[in-house]
Every structure is written in structure tokens, then in C-alpha cells.
């Protein structure tokens, strides 16, 4: 079946520290693949995406890859705030009519002054 | 705009109870989606809406019902409510396939 594997969090970096989450999937088929920000008290929102192999979604300062040779999206930011502190959720959309997310279990992200 | 507004923000319940959680969006969007958030278990898919007046069930359908009577409308409701059910509950919407989802604020429910 579809399904995406992230890194287990929390992640505690300081300040303008790298970062790296990992996210690998599995699906049939070319899945659109999404990374969706989660800031506390609030809903999800779409952070970056990529549709396509080798496309590089980017936004905020935040790039990941669409590796369909490893099958993975993984998320990095070269230097890291403190209000990028939130929880980060990988998913994937299989090429169909319903557009349904199926999504990583969320890596939370603690950044330090 | 206000996207996809979500109401109660907060509920308590007791077992067997009902209640409808109610999302609406000004978006014009033709699919609608039900999630529920646990912790270490990311967002998992209850129903979803591919267009009015049709709906399909998700990854974790029982003890749910939905409706979308129109476009902008798609409620959730807990006919009996259990202490399973207590979860973060996130409304959705999505122009098409392959498509961005927006996401509402959230309904945080507790079943005691």
C-alpha cells in the first residue's frame, strides 16, 4: 500500500543551525509529493511541493528533492529560526480522481535561541 | 476570505453523547476532507467529499457520519460518542487532484 515514513522527532537545533528531516515513501504510480507545516494551536499549511521526479519544491527558505530513485522528499532549511519551531508532516497524493493526502506522522522541530 | 472556517473550536463530551462538527469554505473548492490528528499518528482521513452531494469513506470511517449538502458545507458527526474519539478534528479542502489542501483551524474534541 501507499505510505510515508518520517523521521522521528523531536528535532532540537539551535539558531542558524541545518536542517535535515528525512521522509521516504512508498506508492505506486508518480505521486505528488508535499510537505505541509503545522505552527502550534493552528491548522495545517502547505510549506513546499513537488509533482514530479527531480522537481524541487521550495519556499521560505525551506527545499526537498523528489528522489524517486531512493523514494524520498526529505526537507532542509541551511539555517533555521526560532519561529520555524513546529511540527512538519511529509504526505503524498497518488495520480487519481480523489486527490486523497496519506500522511507522514509529523516530526516536531524545536529551535533554540 | 476566510478559507475553511471550522465551529466549536473546543467541545467536551461525555460517552454517548452526539454532536456535528461544522466546516464551511469560501473557496469554491470541489473536494472536501475529514481528518483526525492523534499524536505520533499523523493525520488520518475519515471522509471525504469528491464533489456535492457525494462522499466516500476514508482510513478510519467507524463511528462517523458526514454530509455535504452543498458546496461549501461538509459536517462531521459522532452519532455516540466515544472516548476513542477524542482528537484534534482538521476540515480540508482541495480544487482537484494533485492539488494543494487547505486546511481549518481545527476542532479539539475531548470524550470523557
Known amino acids: 500500500g501507499n505510505s510515508v515514513t518520517q523521521m522521528e522527532g523531536p528535532v532540537t537545533l539551535s539558531e542558524e543551525a541545518f536542517l535535515t528531516i528525512n521522509c521516504t515513501y512508498t506508492?505506486?504510480?508518480?505521486?505528488?509529493l508535499f510537505w505541509y507545516v503545522q505552527y502550534p494551536g493552528e491548522g495545517l499549511q502547505l510549506l513546499l511541493k513537488?509533482?514530479?521526479?527531480?522537481d524541487k519544491g521550495s519556499n521560505k527558505g525551506f527545499e526537498a528533492t523528489y528522489r524517486k530513485e531512493t523514494t524520498s522528499f526529505h526537507l532542509e532549511k541551511g539555517s533555521v529560526q526560532v519561529s520555524d519551531s513546529a511540527v512538519y508532516f511529509c504526505?503524498?497524493?497518488?495520480?487519481?480522481?480523489?486527490?486523497?493526502?496519506?500522511f507522514g506522522q509529523g516530526t516536531t522541530l524545536q529551535v533554540k535561541p | 476570505n476566510a478559507g475553511v472556517t471550522q465551529t466549536p473550536k473546543f467541545q467536551v463530551l461525555k460517552t454517548g453523547q452526539s454532536m456535528t462538527l461544522q466546516c464551511a469554505q469560501d473557496?469554491?473548492?470541489?473536494?472536501m476532507y475529514w481528518y483526525r490528528q492523534d499524536p505520533g499518528m499523523g493525520l488520518r482521513l475519515i471522509y471525504y467529499?469528491?464533489?456535492?452531494?457525494?462522499?466516500d469513506k476514508g482510513e478510519v470511517p467507524n463511528g462517523y457520519n458526514v454530509s455535504r449538502l452543498n458546496k461549501r458545507e461538509f459536517s462531521l458527526r459522532l452519532e455516540s460518542a466515544a472516548p476513542s474519539q477524542t482528537s484534534v478534528y482538521f476540515c480540508?479542502?482541495?480544487?482537484?487532484?494533485?492539488?494543494?489542501?487547505?486546511f481549518g483551524p481545527g476542532t479539539r474534541l475531548l470524550v470523557l
Open positions: 513537488a509533482t514530479k521526479a527531480d
Open positions: 467529499s469528491a464533489s456535492e452531494g457525494t462522499t
Open positions: 506508492a505506486t504510480g508518480y505521486p505528488s
Open positions: 473557496m469554491n473548492h470541489n473536494s
Open positions: 504526505a503524498l497524493s497518488r495520480p487519481s480522481n480523489t486527490g486523497k493526502l496519506i
Open positions: 480540508a479542502n482541495q480544487q482537484g487532484s494533485g492539488e494543494t489542501q487547505y
